[in-house]
């Protein structure tokens, strides 16, 4: 019995477009899958080195990032920042930043200091943090920010105390016109603040990318095989 294929411009034309918006999806994925195990071992490779003594150093944002560091000075308070939607462990909550005069010098180091929760009844209550008087020594890692999340139109610059969806070093010079180091630093060390310090890992997710890029590639290789499934039982039926 022969196999009678019939072509019909429609399910062609959904066929092609189902196909490479799999092969899209599923490479993009891919790709957020490699740049996560590169950032993996960027990370090893830079916090097996010996830390930065901020100091007497002032790293780049580039060459910096996932070093360990260490820096005494003070924080300043009047400028603690909130940052909204940073979940942990299922409950909503902020990111507390808040700068740190390097001790010696003019220069402002933005600390992510810790999680802390958000008041479930009024979201825009913010908690009492003590702050460690006087000059003190921290440790922690060097990031580019304190991270990012989805925000809908033009950011607004922060201000002392406001609740803001992202902030990266920049924005925060040019809001407060301190002189601040073009890096963050997350906080490891202890601190008697209440605030949680558990830092997601920047490299999470790999696995996830890669289950979420072979669903898009099936995607696209179902789309196909229906195709033609359907065109030779068109075939088929004709005959």
Do not use: C
């Not at 590169?38 to 150093?57: K, S």
């Not at 360990?68 to 940052?83: K, Q």
């Not at 390097?102 to 009024?122: F, H, Q, T």
């Not at 229906?226 to 088929?236: E, I, K, N, Q, S």
């Amino acid at each position: 019995m022969a196999f009678t294929f019939r072509f019909r411009p429609l399910p062609f034309v959904a066929a092609i477009l189902a196909v490479a918006l799999g092969v899209s999806l599923g490479q993009w994925q891919t790709r957020r899958a490699h740049e996560k195990e590169a950032i993996e071992r960027r990370l090893q490779e830079r916090t097996a080195a010996p830390a930065v003594d901020l100091n007497n150093a002032t790293p780049d944002a580039e060459s910096g990032e996932y070093r360990r560091a260490t820096v005494r000075g003070r924080f300043l308070p009047d400028w603690t920042v909130y940052l909204d939607n940073r979940p942990h462990e299922g409950m909503a909550g902020f990111y507390v930043l808040t700068p740190f005069q390097i001790a010696g010098s003019d220069r402002i180091l933005l600390v992510a200091r810790g999680w802390v929760r958000r008041d479930p009844m009024e979201r825009t209550r913010l908690p009492a943090i003590p702050l460690p008087p006087g000059d003190i020594s921290l440790q922690g890692l060097i990031r580019r920010s304190a991270g990012h999340v989805m925000e809908l139109g033009k950011p607004e610059l922060p201000k002392p105390g406001g609740i803001v969806q992202n902030l990266d070093p920049q924005g925060f010079a040019q809001a407060s016109k301190l002189n601040v180091l073009p890096v963050v630093l997350e906080q490891t060390s202890d601190a008697p603040d209440g605030l949680v310090r558990d830092w997601p890992r920047p490299s999470l997710g790999v696995d996830k990318h890669r289950g979420y890029a072979f669903q898009w590639y099936a995607l696209a290789a179902t789309a196909f095989v229906f195709y033609l499934v359907t065109g030779f039982r068109r075939g088929r039926s004709s005959a």
